[in-house]
């Protein structure tokens, strides 16, 4: 065991993991890029106030705050949201709408830890500001999935499970459920799947609900959209919501995502913010916790910055992600790399070999070479092929003389042939 071994709960990237790491942030950004949003970051330390109201207690007993040396209550951030409100909050009036801003930042929670659920994680944001129509929660949620398929992950593999807060508001009112008492009545049916039954009708009945209707609470997590409509009745507030739901699911399956969509009570999520579509995106063997998840909160920007601005937005996390690909075998597989490794044929060859690094170098190769090899009295030409082949160079570059030509191995093949560094430059471009 290493003395010092990390946190639990956070992550060493070793140049393997970092290369799947990337392999994510790589297909973020391009999802990002191609429906046009903005990239934007804020600072990882916040102020503690900015998420105690209005993240909601479950990730407010999960944060990593602490006084600083000014005496400021302060916290790791858990979550991106607030930050974009409270810097968005200040620009909004100046900026043409909506705006669609993304970020990949990295987040901290002290949660327990399990499978697909570490201290830290990295998150894409993807966030619309500004707009009400129901569109932009089709394109939103598109975008995420989209960086699914982009994955090579099909609606075999994956499903993104939506619902409203307005139908789900709607509903236990006409049961009986006071608007004081909803935060916990939401809170029993995002927990619906994981709490064993007798537990929520436990905490309804705490908030003065019957046995009974309690049933029927927890019975409104399995209804069809259609069931929902006709238990609800036809009402301006109703009909407006079941319009744009299906007006959702029709975009959705035009913009070529139908398959992977489907409406389920059950999403209500966990943070206290959201206001109306919401949804989470989990694999179909429901072996891993959500992938990702996000939803409309069209009053976090009166709440926080005071004014009245509508946004929709999802976090998508690095963890869940990452073993999903791992357990689809779609994990990119790591390989030591380098274009190409200079080795001098002899002593007299080593100035003119260091060139020949420096021309590779700013014609953008990537460029390697032995330091020890090349010290004075020590070129051996053997070693330096050894040491091209396990750094995992494509070619060695073989220097005699002078620069003027070059031997090229090829490592994989073992062919060789003679060249200028112009003509090499030409026939292997840089490989990335
Ligand atoms: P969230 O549901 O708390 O939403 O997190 C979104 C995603 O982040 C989860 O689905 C999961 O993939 C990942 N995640 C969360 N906690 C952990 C953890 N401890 N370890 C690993 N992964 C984790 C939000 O954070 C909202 N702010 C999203 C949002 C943006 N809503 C609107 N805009």
């Known amino acids: 065991m290493t003395r010092h071994a990390a946190l639990p709960g956070f992550r060493d990237f070793y140049p393997e993991e970092m290369a799947r790491r990337n392999q994510i942030f790589s297909v973020w950004r391009e999802v990002a890029r ?62 043409p709408k909506p705006v669609r801003w993304f970020s990949t930042p990295q987040l901290f929670r002290y949660e327990k830890q399990q499978r697909g659920r570490l201290r830290e994680h990295f998150q894409l944001n993807m966030d619309i500001v500004g707009e009400t129509s129901v569109l932009a929660d089709a394109d939103l949620l598109s975008a ?55 537990v929520g009708i436990k905490r309804l009945t705490e908030i003065g609900l019957d046995a009974k209707t309690a049933e029927e609470a927890l019975e409104l997590t399995s209804l069809s959209l259609d069931q929902i409509a006709s238990r609800l009745g036809t009402g301006e507030i109703t009909d407006r919501i079941l319009a744009e739901l299906r007006l ?36 179909r063997r429901g072996q891993l916790r959500a992938i990702c998840g996000g939803g409309r909160y069209d009053r976090l920007f009166h709440s926080l910055a005071g004014v009245d601005v509508p946004a929709l937005g999802f976090g998508f996390g690095d963890v869940v992600l990452g073993e999903l690909l791992k357990d689809r ?37 990537s460029t390697i070479f032995n330091y020890r090899a090349l010290e004075e009295g020590k070129v051996d030409v053997g070693k330096q092929l050894k040491y091209a082949v396990t750094s995992g ?17 090829d490592l994989a093949t073992g062919q060789q042939d003679e060249m200028t560094v112009q003509q090499f430059q030409q026939r292997y471009p840089p490989a990335r």
Not at 57 to 77: H, Y
Not at 146 to 174: F, K, T
Not at 393 to 409: E, L, M, P, Q
Request: contains cysteine; glycine residues 8%.
């Open 34 to 95: 191609r429906y046009g949003f903005e990239e934007y970051d804020g600072p990882p330390l916040e102020s503690l106030e900015l998420f105690v109201e209005k993240s909601g207690p479950e990730i407010v007993a999960q944060l990593f705050n602490f006084t600083d040396k000014g005496n400021r209550e302060v916290t790791l951030r858990p979550e991106m949201t607030p930050t974009l409100v409270r810097m968005l909050g200040a620009k909004i009036k100046e900026l």
């Open 329 to 365: 075998r779609l994990a990119k597989n790591y390989t030591r790399s380098a274009d190409v490794c200079v080795i001098a044929a002899d002593e007299s060859a080593r100035i003119a070999a260091i060139d020949v690094v420096r021309q590779m170098r700013s014609g953008g190769h």
């Open 144 to 198: 995420a999935l989209d960086v699914l398929r982009s994955l090579g992950l099909g609606p075999d593999d994956i499903v993104a499970r939506y619902s409203d807060r307005r139908l789900l508001h709607q509903a236990l009112l006409a049961l009986g459920v006071t608007e004081e008492n909803l935060p916990v009545a939401y809170n029993v049916i995002d927990k619906v799947e994981r709490d064993p039954r007798e």
């Open 248 to 283: 959702y699911q029709s975009t959705l399956t035009g913009l070529g995502f139908g398959e992977y969509i489907r409406f389920d009570m059950k999403i209500v999520r966990g943070l206290a913010y959201y206001t109306g579509i919401v949804f989470e995106i989990f694999d």
């Open 393 to 409: 160079a494509a070619r060695a570059v073989i220097v005699s003389g002078s620069d003027a030509t070059i031997r090229v191995k």
